[in-house]
């Protein structure tokens, strides 16, 4: 009888607390591996492809017709044409497509998470909110140092978030120029294949780039 007894209770505590408990592991989950992890990597990602690929193919093909040489010729300087255009555009771009596509994936969690019994829409809303805008303690870590004050704000959620997206998409350009204007006397048939080392090689550095931010912020926590 008191094994029994103890079973019953120890099954009703487990009822009571595990769906909560697995509501708010769930929210915070999607809320921190999206916002902080996932959600810029995988945007950088494609962007690699989009956006890399597209201004490497262009420079690529003003190598290949000379039309880099005519710039000169004119007093135009090459990287005053495309490059910073291109990575203006792309700056401001990626965060907006960043942020866009890491609430669609936020928000898709609080429809599916009730449809598998994982807690309610208002407690997802409520733990999501508290896991990307938590409180900051700006105060007292500017009672510590001006440095610790600084890492407070650049690991902020919404910072962090847009810090990496912009770090990501200027791996993306740099490396695009860099590979579009490599090789001086770059023929046609040669344009292809910068666009292919162009796209692999950021994506490369933009997985190293978002392991590093990882282990700042494993560091910091």
């Known amino acids: 009888m008191y094994m029994m007894m103890a079973r019953m209770k120890v099954r009703s505590m487990l009822n009571t607390t595990i769906p909560t408990a697995k509501a708010t592991l769930y929210a ?12 810029p990597l995988l945007t950088a990602l ?3 492809g ?16 000379s039309q880099t040489k005519l710039l000169r010729t004119l007093g135009i300087h ?10 203006a555009a792309a700056v ?6 960043t942020v866009l596509g890491t609430m669609i994936a936020i928000l898709l969690g609080g429809v599916v ?7 309610t829409l208002e407690i997802y809303r409520e733990h999501v909110r ?17 440095f610790a004050a600084l890492v407070e704000i650049s690991t902020y959620p919404p910072i962090f978030h847009l810090w990496k997206a912009i770090t990501f998409i200027s791996i993306v350009l740099v490396v695009a120029e860099v590979a579009a204007r490599w090789q001086p006397h770059l023929s046609p048939k040669n344009v292809p294949g910068v666009i292919t080392g162009s796209v692999v090689i950021a ?14 912020l494993i560091l910091r926590l």
């Open 130 to 146: 508290e896991a990307v805008f938590p409180t900051l303690p700006f105060n007292e870590a500017l009672q510590e140092s001006w």
């Open 92 to 97: 401001l771009a990626s965060p907006l497509l």
């Open 50 to 65: 989009r956006i890399g690929g597209s201004y490497a193919g262009k420079v690529a093909t003003l190598q290949a017709t």
């Open 46 to 48: 494609f962007l690699s």
């Open 203 to 216: 994506s490369l550095l933009v997985i190293v780039a978002d392991w590093g931010f990882s282990q700042w």
């Open 78 to 87: 090459p990287q005053m044409w495309t490059f910073l255009p291109a990575m």
């Open 28 to 39: 915070i989950g999607m809320a921190k591996l999206f916002a902080l992890e996932i959600g």
């Open 113 to 119: 998470g009730p449809k598998y019994g994982i807690g």
